[in-house]
């Protein structure tokens, strides 16, 4: 009442007509911000945005026209909500299938709703005013308050999930060296071991402590014994195969499992890392060197158990005058 009176009622109908119809198209773009900050960059941004402009301009000078109106904001709503849709397929940083599937499935069957909605309204005559009792009209706009919601709370469960994911994730993982920690070692290694006893398959671990590892943080400062973990981390990580386990499991001792690896391998998996050590003292400007335990599985052994041994063996390495390495028997 109170727009009526200040503006002639059909300019006041078609601002906000124009605004209900833009503030669609922007709640589009802006869930597909919202995909794009939990799967990573989306392809098509520039032009999701760019349909609002296109919605809201082409709205407002055709609004004299309802069939033209209707026509041109539904089709271009459709066209926003299908470049939703079809975002959900490109290749994420993040998996949660069911939850994109969801996503897609909701915007794909908006759009198709709001398409015809528009083919209607533009070129038929079963669509003559908004509320007009056409199945397709009726249908589209239950569905239309229905299927957001959906959309939502898809949303809101893939980011839950990944929020746990990264929860644990960090709970498993050392922050220096980005292996995994104690904790991590144990839930990743036991299942392994088990699987080894199991299947009877060989399985090496290697137990590495940095040699005088308090002579570098009292010569080099804190500083330099830090970078050095990090070195020898990021070392293992390099020479790793794909299913070996790497663990900081104490302050300067570091895991290796080697799932289907026997004794010669893990001496020469153990040989590599010493020959990549000069390389290593170049960078961090100071020479590192470690000891080494090795423990093969025996029948019905536990990861524990297996580590014991590893640390024994380890310990007559440093005995024997550090720097190599020692198997246990």
């Not at 059909?10 to 007509?17: F, G, I, N, P």
């Not at 069939?67 to 939703?84: D, T």
């Not at 308050?145 to 809101?156: E, F, G, H, T």
């Amino acid at each position: 009442m109170i727009l009526s009176n200040l503006w002639p009622e059909t300019l006041a109908d078609r601002l906000l007509s124009t605004l209900s119809v833009g503030g669609f198209a922007a709640s589009n773009w802006m869930l597909f911000k919202a995909m794009g900050n939990w799967l990573g960059p989306r392809r098509c941004e520039c032009a999701v945005k760019l349909l609002i402009y296109f919605i809201l301009v082409g709205y407002f000078i055709l609004f004299g026209n309802y069939a033209f109106r209707v026509g041109w904001a539904n089709i271009l709503l459709a066209i926003q909500m299908l470049l939703l849709a079809f975002a959900c397929f490109r290749p994420a940083k993040t998996v949660h299938g069911e939850w994109r599937m969801v996503v897609a499935f909701g915007m794909f069957f908006m759009a198709t709703l709001t398409l015809g909605r528009g083919l209607l309204g533009a070129f038929t005559d079963f669509y003559p005013s908004f509320l007009t009792q056409h199945p397709w009209n009726v249908t589209a706009m239950f569905m239309t308050s229905l299927l957001p919601l959906m959309v939502n709370y898809a949303l809101l469960g893939g980011w839950h999930e990944e929020v746990e994911i990264a929860m644990h994730e960090q709970a498993i993982t050392d922050a220096m060296t980005r292996l995994y920690n104690r904790r991590g070692w144990v839930e990743i290694g036991q299942p392994l071991v088990a699987n080894a006893n199991r299947q009877n398959d060989s399985m090496a671990l290697l137990m590495f402590d940095i040699d005088y590892f308090k002579k570098i943080n009292d010569t080099h400062g804190h500083d330099a014994g830090d970078r050095a973990l990090q070195a020898l981390g990021a070392l293992l990580l390099a020479h790793r195969r794909e299913g070996d386990v790497a663990a900081r499991v104490g302050g300067e001792e570091f895991c290796l499992l080697l799932p289907g690896c026997k004794s010669d391998s893990a001496v020469q998996i153990d040989q590599r890392l010493r020959n990549e050590l000069p390389a290593m003292a170049t960078r961090l400007g100071f020479l590192v060197n470690f000891s080494c335990g090795l423990a093969m599985r025996q029948p019905g052994e536990t990861l524990e158990r297996m580590m014991m041994r590893a640390d024994t063996a380890l310990y007559r390495a440093k005995d024997c005058g550090r720097g190599r390495l020692e198997i246990a028997p």
